[in-house]
């Protein structure tokens, strides 16, 4: 069955560096998203993206997040200067136009000291 | 305001028994959609479960059914016969916009189910 599939598992960083976390969605998907989760908290939506354009942000999505897809297959989200926190489970999901379902990646774990 | 409140942020339930995880949402929105995810302690996000602002029925997938009731709002996930791997987290969350919208998920802090044997 296909999968989302995300990379790193886990990102250990120094405050102030830049990460890119890297999912790859499932091949006939349209719509692509990130989340997060701080640690025992709820789930946030961060960002959606659509036909090589974000179609959503949350507050959270602020201008030190970005998002592409680089390669028609990769989907990334780049913290510019990660603080503290930004530590979090950060979560890739997918899904085409006609299912319901979000397809949700493992998820990477980003540590940030 | 929140838009999905679960009101139990943990239960217990004796192994081979039912259980209810109570969600409640609000929007505006006539059209939207009610997930429900299992997340075990290794952090995936597993789907459960879909229900439909306009469905008829109660969704239901296998030992996992949604009890809807519109009018209160509300979407309770009921587990029948729960087994030890049904400990974990689980996460009602709403889209609002019928089938075909593809807007973020809204989630809820979370029920964390433990199965006693």
Redesign the interface.
Known sequence: EPEVTQTPSHQVTQMGQEVILRCVPISNHL?F?W?RQILG?????LV?F?NNEI??K?EIFDDQFSVERPDGSNFTLKIRSTKLEDSA?Y?C?S?V??Y????????T?LTVL | AQKITQTQPGMFVQEKEAVTLDCTYDTSDPSYGLFWYKQPSSGEMIFLIYQGSYDQQNATEGRYSLNFQKARKSANLVISASQLGDSAMYFCAMREGGLGSQGNLIFGKGTKLSVKP
């Open positions: 719509y998203y989340y908290q709820k789930v946030e939506f959606s659509y179609s959503e949350s489970m979560f999901a899904v136009p006609t319901n379902e979000q397809f949700f990646g493992p998820g774990r």
